[in-house]
């Protein structure tokens, strides 16, 4: 069981971006999913999940309206569009997995996921 993210970039305040998250030794459905990030010198935050049974997804309030977490079943990759990024965006963004796949938590830390991948960097400066 893999995740490995990809997409991180240097983007301008107002700009877009969408994170990729690939999946490798299970399915989409099969666990629960989410997106964190963790700014420099800050705890760990729930940013979006999905769970796996029925595709129900949760947003942090701070990214309602602007992120929108997806997936690519036949790709087995989850995907977190991000627009209007400010400064306070800056992190290195990781997936997260565990199961059941009716699992989906935005807790601070994310100790419950037991499935992470190595992160990628988003930084948004002018």
């Known amino acids: 069981v893999r995740l490995e993210e990809s997409g991180g970039d240097l983007v301008q305040p107002g700009g877009s971006l969408r994170l990729s998250c690939s999946v490798f030794?299970?399915?989409?459905?099969?666990?629960?999913l989410a997106w964190y990030r963790q700014a420099p010198g800050k705890e760990r935050e729930g940013v979006a999940c999905?769970?796996?049974?029925?595709?129900?997804?949760a947003y942090a309030d701070s990214v309602k309206g602007r992120f929108a977490l997806s997936t690519d079943s036949a790709k087995n990759t989850m995907y977190l569009q991000m627009n209007s990024l400010n400064v306070e965006d800056t992190a290195v963004y990781y997936c997260?997995?565990?199961?059941?796949?009716?699992?989906?938590?935005?807790?601070?830390?994310?100790?419950?996921?037991?499935?992470w991948g190595q992160g990628t960097t988003v930084t948004v400066s002018s």
């Open positions: 999905m769970t796996g049974n029925d595709g129900s997804i």
């Open positions: 030794g299970f399915g989409l459905d099969t666990y629960g």
């Open positions: 997260a997995a565990r199961w059941p796949n009716s699992y989906c938590s935005l807790q601070s830390g994310g100790h419950e996921y037991d499935t």
